[in-house]
């Protein structure tokens, strides 16, 4: 199956720091690409979608100066997240829809948990 | 908008039993696809199955199965023969079918679903 890979796994930072999250599609081009938040024991919440060579959408309620959001390639997506305070210390999760294979399947990356001290 | 209720936050059954997970829905949209997604301890989301609404014969896949009501707005997972690897949290999903776009996922807020050894 498709696989998804996200960078960095695990990611420690000061406040006030930026921390960028990769989000690769390793064997198929991801036309579009999602970003979810997780927060601990809750469900995941969609952040944006991010499509390639243009402007992500983000949902209502997300600080798109906040978390900014790039998709310069059909396998890669970053996501940064801006002068990062301690509430934004959230397990992040990518998915990457499969174009060839239609649009009904999204392929999750592992998740990448940030904590801001 | 779309909602997604799961209403079991813990199940709990013995090794090669039957369980079910239930999941509705609420949308005023009629082309859609419904996922049942798993998240193990590892946290790397992990897609059971999914059903396209227009499909009335409900999806399959070994020994996942769904009952899906349409009319009801209804979308069970039904789990034959547990096993120890089918402990995990599972979130019942909601994407809009949008011409040759994608969508993100609306999901519920899962069941964490424990199979006794």
């Known amino acids: 199956g498709a696989v998804v890979s996200q960078h960095p796994s695990r990611v420690i930072c000061k406040s006030g720091t930026s921390v960028k999250i990769e989000c690769r599609s390793l064997?198929?081009?991801?036309?579009?690409m999602f970003w979810y938040r997780q927060f601990p024991k809750k469900s995941l919440m969609l952040m944006a979608t991010s499509n390639e060579g243009s402007k992500a959408t983000y949902e209502q309620g997300v600080e798109k100066d906040k978390f900014l959001i790039n998709h310069a390639s059909l396998t890669l997506s970053t996501l940064t997240v801006t002068s990062a305070h301690p509430e934004d210390s959230s397990f992040y999760i990518c998915s990457a829809r499969d174009g060839a294979g239609g649009p009904d399947t999204q392929y999750f990356g592992p998740g990448t948990r940030l904590t801001v001290l | 908008a779309q909602t997604v209720t799961q209403s079991q936050p813990e199940m709990s059954v013995q090794e090669a039993e039957t369980v079910t997970l239930s999941c509705t829905y609420d949308?005023?949209?009629?082309?859609?696809?419904l996922f049942w997604y798993k998240q193990p301890p590892s946290r790397q989301m992990i897609l059971v199955i999914r059903?396209?609404?227009?499909?009335?014969q409900n999806a399959t896949e070994n020994r996942f199965s769904v009952n899906f009501q349409k009319a009801a707005k209804s979308f069970s997972l039904k789990i034959s023969d547990s096993q120890l690897g089918d402990t995990a949290m599972y979130f019942c999903a909601f994407m809009k079918r949008s011409g040759g776009g994608a969508d993100g996922l609306t999901f519920g807020k899962g069941t964490h679903l424990i199979i006794q050894p």
């Open positions: 949308t005023s949209e009629n082309n859609y696809y």
């Open positions: 064997d198929f081009q991801a036309t579009t």
């Open positions: 059903q396209e609404a227009y499909k009335q």
